[in-house]
């Protein structure tokens, strides 16, 4: 396999008016040409100004990933487009809550392992937990991933928000 069909995840920051239609619009450029969307985030970043920045986790080889920042880049209502992944490397994190059921040393070992992984637990019954954990998708995914044998019950993720590093805005 070449390095250029090698299939790569990046998080893309899009700024963007905030007016309706323009999520559709960013979302119909993905579905029209048949790129996935891994997590999709939205919110307002400045309410004078009026925009919101849309953060966008894709998969694709290089040669996909440059179409998509293009092809973002020129629709109408953005401002600024920035590949979180290679161009300004970023900060990512995700937010989850937890349910996880169960009695006796099940219960007891959820407890242990949640506070291992600095999760905080939100809501507790005789029988069950939900735990708030927040990381990288990756420490998510390893929570998930030992609580499934313990009693996981569900699972509601934000998807990720990102920020560049450094001093620099957007």
Not at 2 to 17: C, G, W
Not at 87 to 103: C, D, F, H, Y
């Amino acid at each position: 396999m070449s390095t250029e069909s090698k299939i790569e995840r990046h998080t893309i920051a899009v700024l963007v008016d905030n007016e309706a239609g323009v999520l559709a619009r960013v979302i119909g450029l993905f579905s029209g040409r048949g790129y996935n969307i891994e997590s999709l985030t939205v919110a307002e970043v400045d309410s004078a100004g009026h925009t919101s920045r849309i953060t966008v986790v894709t998969s694709g080889t290089p040669m996909v990933i440059e179409q998509i920042k293009a092809q973002l880049d020129r629709l109408v209502p953005v401002h600024k487009v920035v590949d979180l992944t290679s161009e300004a490397p970023g900060i990512e994190r995700e937010m989850a809550l937890v349910k996880v059921a169960g009695t006796g040393d099940r219960r007891v070992e959820a407890l242990r392992l949640s506070d291992a992984f600095r999760a905080r637990v939100i809501d507790t019954t005789h029988t069950s937990f939900v735990f708030e954990v927040t990381g990288t998708p990756a420490k998510i995914d390893a929570f998930v991933g030992l609580m499934r044998p313990l009693g996981l019950v569900d699972v509601s993720r934000t998807g990720v928000v990102a920020i560049a590093r450094g001093p620099e805005a957007m």
